[in-house]
């Protein structure tokens, strides 16, 4: 089985870790995305509603078409600067005044 989303008012589908969509471009920002291990229809799923949270779009369900949940960051904040001084966060940080 595969897994239905649609983003940007057009239909993609996701089967056998391969996108397919009539749109180029949305095909093309899809498979930049593609998870190739996805080959049960559990994983599929799954792939297809972080790639539907990721650009803002629908996943078809039993139910009709549902708002795909944004994904967790996957970089923070924390991973660059201490969690006390966000102040010295990014690649400049060294160069501010240590107190």
């Known amino acids: 089985m595969s897994a239905r989303i649609r983003v940007y008012g057009k239909e993609a589908v996701f089967t056998q870790g391969q996108w397919d969509c009539e749109d180029e471009s949305l095909q093309a920002m899809l498979q930049a995305l ?3 291990r996805a080959v049960t229809d559990e994983q599929e799923r799954e792939h297809a509603l ?8 629908l ?3 039993a ?3 549902e708002a795909a949940p ?6 923070r904040m924390e991973d660059f600067a201490p ?3 966000p102040e010295r966060a990014g690649w400049l940080g ?5 107190r």
């Not at 972080?50 to 779009?57: D, E, F, K, T, V």
């Not at 944004?70 to 970089?75: D, G, N, S």
């Not at 060294?94 to 240590?98: E, T, V």
């Open 63 to 65: 139910y009709g078409w």
């Open 50 to 57: 972080y790639a539907a949270g990721r650009l803002g779009g």
């Open 70 to 75: 944004h994904p967790e960051a996957e970089i």
């Open 59 to 61: 996943i078809a369900t």
């Open 94 to 98: 060294f160069l501010k005044k240590k």
């Open 34 to 36: 593609a998870d190739p």
């Open 83 to 85: 969690a006390r001084k």
